[in-house]
């Protein structure tokens, strides 16, 4: 079956996808709950689909003018090195055409690279209070 890409949130089985993201060893810890927040408060998202099962995600997060960061940007492990993430990529860049798109990895520089992304300076974080404790 071919992947059909998508940039709605409509549809998505957040309950499955936090499943799959477990499975794949890449969830942060949110709830189901807090996945579909994040994703529906991000400026665009892309998600690759297979039939009605979620593959891949990317969303991007931005002030629409001038500076934006990708972030939960994944390919199911079993889908990799067929262009998703890469595709997923071009159709967020096509939403962020002007800004200065930034991201962060822990091992995949090498696939960010052949992206078009190229290193710069350090990436430093902060959690304030305790981890997913939030109002709203």
């Known amino acids: ?32 709950a807090q996945m579909e927040r994040s994703f529906r408060a991000s400026y665009r998202c892309v998600y690759a689909l297979d039939g009605d099962r979620v593959v891949g995600t990317a969303r991007a997060l ?20 067929r262009g998703i993430g890469r595709r997923m990529l071009e159709l967020l860049c096509q939403a962020l055409k002007g800004q200065h798109v930034y991201l962060f990895t822990d091992d995949q520089q090498d696939f960010y690279a052949a992206c078009g992304f190229s290193q710069r300076g350090a990436g430093l974080e902060r959690i304030v209070g305790r981890w997913l404790e939030n109002e709203g």
């Open 1 to 32: 079956m071919a992947i059909v890409y998508t940039t709605s949130s409509d549809g998505v089985d957040w309950t499955r996808l936090k499943a799959a993201l477990a499975e794949d060893h890449f969830d942060n810890g949110r709830t189901a």
């Open 62 to 81: 931005s002030d629409g003018v001038c500076n934006a960061y990708i972030v939960d940007m994944w390919t199911q492990s079993s889908y990799r090195r």
